[in-house]
């Protein structure tokens, strides 16, 4: 779902295959929005953005879109506005689906008014993988840390790497599904907010206590920066 797309975010120096670019074009091609639109403008805002290899589901953005609801104050259902979702969803890409909208207060912001964000990463549990040890790993995730050490330093752009999880678990899929006879299991990760690749930072680190080649107790030594004041050399866990 979403494998065409070079993530959620437009990025501009020729990068046009984005999930936000094909809602931009949508949005101006529907007149939903004027041909010249400026997004800041617009008041656009968006609940977060993924990278290429991330598929989002129920992701969240906020702007002032053409309504049918006239100037002059009356009374008004929103029954009778405008269907922006069939309208939205015969101009974009089949990959890409507006499942629903909602009018918004005023001072509304998708990143900033969201409560939480959840991500799964999903992987085959091979026969080497230990479910128990990475559960207590997990769990010593949970709480308000600073993950400079769980993430891709960006220093120009973040200026505090403290961040709230407010779960970690070890599951498996719902569905039952696997990869070459390995069951699928996957991280579920629950935070108010997230670094730049910290969900695939923070399960190559569980895969590393899974595989036993770290203790579960090496998350408390990575989210101590006291001790470990520089982030260690490894590997992401893969797209």
Same mark, same amino acid.
């Given at each position: ?10 990025q501009g120096g020729g990068v046009e295959e984005t999930v936000e670019a094909a809602l931009f074009a949508a949005l101006r091609r529907t007149r939903l929005v004027p041909e010249s639109a400026n997004?800041?403008?617009? @008041?656009?805002?968006?609940? @977060?953005?993924?990278? =290429?290899?991330?598929?989002? *589901? @129920? $992701?969240? /953005?906020? *702007?002032?879109?053409?309504?049918? %609801?006239?100037?002059?104050? !009356?009374?008004?259902?929103? +029954? ?5 979702? +069939?309208? &939205? $969803?015969?101009? #974009?890409?089949? !990959?890409?689906?507006? *499942? ?6 005023e001072g509304f912001s998708a990143r900033f008014s969201c409560a939480w964000r959840h991500y799964r990463y999903f992987f085959p549990l091979h026969a080497g993988l230990d479910v128990e040890r ?5 769990? %010593? ?7 400079? $050490?769980?993430? =891709? ?12 999880? &407010?779960?970690?678990?070890?599951? %498996? ?10 069951? &699928? ?13 910290? /969900? ?5 680190? *569980? ?13 408390? !030594? #990575? ?7 520089? =982030? ?6 893969? !797209?």
């Open positions: 779902l979403g494998w065409p797309f070079h993530g959620f975010a437009a997004w800041s403008e617009m @008041g656009y805002s968006r609940c @977060g953005r993924t990278d =290429k290899g991330v598929s989002a *589901l @129920g $992701n969240v /953005v906020a *702007l002032r879109l053409r309504s049918a %609801r006239p100037p002059a104050a !009356e009374p008004w259902d929103d +029954a009778r506005e405008m269907d922006y979702v +069939a309208v &939205l $969803n015969r101009a #974009l890409p089949p !990959e890409v689906r507006v *499942l629903g909208w909602a009018p918004a207060p990475m559960r207590g790993a997990a769990a %010593r995730m949970v709480g308000h840390h600073d993950f400079r $050490n769980f993430c =891709k330093m960006d220093v120009a752009q973040v200026h505090s790497f403290e961040r709230r999880m &407010l779960s970690v678990e070890v599951a %498996r899929d719902d569905a039952g599904g696997s990869v070459c006879g390995d069951p &699928l299991y996957y991280f579920s990760i629950r935070g108010t907010a997230f670094l730049w690749h910290q /969900v695939r930072c923070m399960a190559a680190v *569980l895969l590393m206590v899974g595989e036993g080649k770290e203790e579960p107790s090496v998350v408390d !030594e #990575l989210l101590d920066v006291g001790r470990t004041p520089r =982030k260690p050399t490894y590997q992401m866990a893969p !797209e």
